[in-house]
């Protein structure tokens, strides 16, 4: 396989062979405002990460949109679609392509009812045309994947073509935990495509694996192969080795990939987030809290799967400035909004997109002593769904806190 040159990114070749590496290749952005299991690579990698200079910088300016957001364009698409199966309701193409427009909707905005939307619509692309069917067939997989039905995404993707198998295929044996499967997987998928997302993937497996030398030289060829005109998938590549960065408390130049993916999508919620991570985690609490307003005022009037994330944030700078009270109303209000997708007891649990191991994490950083059995009792549920390394640390955590040291260290 022919490897792309890294000229374009800057590195010294005597920093490139120090590294040693071939090349052989992931939600969800790496969003949590507690350090995951990553943290633990910081001292051993310090010496070796030089930084970016201008090669996270986007190379393509001259072919920026002056309007960058996506949505307008969406709904446009939606509503052609919708026209479409009004005047002729046996359209099962149009139903598909409706359904993947709701797909990349739901993708874009972070609410949970355009995957229900997708779903549906795919199902009824499909009750028209059961056959040669690709593209509803690729939203039923995804949506389950959204929903943490990995086995159920797996089986779906079988009835895929190549690559998309191969991709649903990382991504799910990665939240499962199935290290050498998705190592295995990612690896076909460069072979396949030397695409960014392919690279992004790779680097992913890699750092779940605990091979940091590996994972930025992959995020490094994923900026190397990046195409114009796809802003979506570029604000979301340096998102995420925005966080591999903060991980490594390269917190600069974490800020700066953020920055970046913002300038080439104003308002992206996951950069949003991962930015006022970064300012709570230097102290800056006015800063951190009016990257929090902006991404609660890029929700429209839904809720996003960000929203807990953005009021768990807004509570620990509360609980930083010395206001218990208003720390413990946000606190609520995310349990709240957790809650109405989390199972009432851990026997009726579903896959949904209800995150057990967000409510799980909240009741553990907000410190009550009464609500450490529960976070145990939902991370128990949660690791028969996902066994990836941010879901293990959290049970760890919730382990630690009821004092069960051993089996924590298990």
């Known amino acids: 396989m022919e490897t792309p040159s890294p000229s374009r990114l800057g590195l010294p070749n005597l920093w490139i062979r120090s590294l040693g590496i071939g090349l052989p290749l992931t939600i ?9 299991v990553y943290t633990q690579l910081q001292a051993t990698t ?10 996270y910088r986007y190379p393509f300016n001259a072919s920026l949109p002056r309007n960058r957001s996506a949505i307008p364009q969406l709904r446009q698409e939606i509503a052609f679609y919708q026209e479409r199966i009004q005047k002729d309701a046996q359209r099962g193409l149009d139903y598909a392509a409706l359904a993947l427009t709701y797909l990349r909707m739901a993708r874009t905005t972070g609410q949970g009812h355009w995957y229900l939307l997708a779903e ?3 199902q009824q692309s499909l009750t028209h045309l059961p056959f040669d069917n690709a593209d509803a067939q690729l939203v039923l997989a995804r949506v389950a994947e959204a929903k943490h039905d990995f086995p159920g995404a797996l089986r779906l993707a079988e009835q895929l073509p190549e690559r998309e198998a191969i991709a649903l295929a990382v991504t799910s044996h990665l939240a499962m935990g199935q290290l050498d499967e998705a190592d295995q997987a990612a690896t076909q998928l460069v072979d396949a495509t030397l695409s960014a997302n392919a690279f992004t993937l790779q680097a992913l497996v890699q750092v779940a694996q605990g ?3 590996e994972a930025l030289q992959s995020f490094h060829y994923a900026l190397e192969v990046e195409e114009p005109g796809e802003l979506s998938n570029s604000a979301r590549l340096r998102t995420t080795l925005g966080r591999f960065y903060y991980e490594q408390g390269r917190l600069e130049l974490a800020t700066d990939l953020y920055q970046e993916a913002l300038r080439l999508l104003p308002g992206y919620q996951p950069a949003l987030v991962n930015l006022a991570q970064v300012k709570l ?13 902006q991404a609660i005022a890029m929700s429209d009037t839904m809720p996003t799967l960000y929203q807990p994330t953005v009021l768990r944030g807004q509570a620990q700078i509360q609980k930083q400035r010395g206001n218990p009270a208003i720390a413990n109303r946000l606190w609520q209000e995310a349990e709240l909004l957790l809650r109405e997708t989390v199972p009432t007891t851990p026997s009726t649990a579903q896959p949904s997109f209800g995150h057990q191991r967000e409510l799980a994490r909240l009741l553990l950083e907000r410190g009550n002593p009464g609500d450490r059995t529960e976070a145990v009792a939902l991370m128990q549920q949660e690791i028969t769904l996902r066994r990836d ?4 640390a959290t049970y760890a955590g919730a382990l630690a806190a009821t004092e069960r040291w051993q089996e924590a260290q298990g």
């Open 211 to 213: 091979k940091p030398q």
């Open 46 to 55: 310090q010496a070796w990460f030089n930084p970016l200079a201008e090669p």
């Open 281 to 293: 985690r230097q102290g800056q609490y006015n800063a951190a809290d009016r990257l929090y307003q």
């Open 28 to 36: 969800a952005l790496l969003i949590g405002s507690q350090p995951s």
């Open 389 to 392: 390394a941010p879901t293990l």
């Open 120 to 122: 549906q619509t795919a």
